[in-house]
């Protein structure tokens, strides 16, 4: 196979010492299967505990500040919230006051899943916090940022 002069080995060497998209996935992946070994026992997934422990609240969310929390657009965060409402851990309804707005909310079921799983969640947090070492807050707050900084595509 040939390679091309425009595109040398130092290119493929560059992306892979400085992309931070590259960087990033890789890390998201390691820690997603980190979190899903952890949680796979109690029957979930490290996006699904994420989903379940975001509608942990005195009100039940619309849709639409759950997508934001998770920074998932809303056709995702529905098909992610169909196997969960199957297994009857969560329940999706219409708004009381406007019939347009939907709203998640957790079940007694999906308490009692939550109550068992966000020990493993924290027992797991900690082994990783520990990989993380001191920086761990500024990591946070640089992953917070790229997050909600970066244009989404949404608002154009």
């Not at 309804?93 to 966000?118: I, M, P, Y």
Request: net charge negative; glycine share 4%; charged share 30%.
């Amino acid at each position: 196979m040939d390679m091309r002069e425009s595109l040398p080995i130092d290119v493929t060497l560059e992306v892979r010492d400085r992309c931070l998209c590259l960087h990033m996935q890789r890390a998201s992946r390691a820690v997603g299967r980190f979190f899903d070994d952890a949680l796979r026992p109690l029957g979930l997934t490290n996006g699904q505990y994420s989903l379940l422990v975001s509608l942990n609240r005195p009100e039940p969310p619309r849709v639409a500040e759950v997508a934001h929390v998770l920074a998932m657009d809303r056709t995702t965060l529905t098909a992610s919230v169909k196997p969960l409402e199957r297994r009857g851990l969560m329940r999706t309804f219409q708004d009381s006051k406007d019939k347009r707005v939907r709203r998640l909310a957790l079940t007694d079921e999906g308490l009692d899943l939550l109550e068992r799983a966000v020990p493993v969640w924290r027992e797991t947090h900690d082994r990783l916090d520990s990989v993380v070492g001191s920086d761990l807050e500024r990591l946070r707050q640089n992953l917070l940022a790229l997050t909600f900084a970066l244009p989404d595509g949404e608002d154009e």
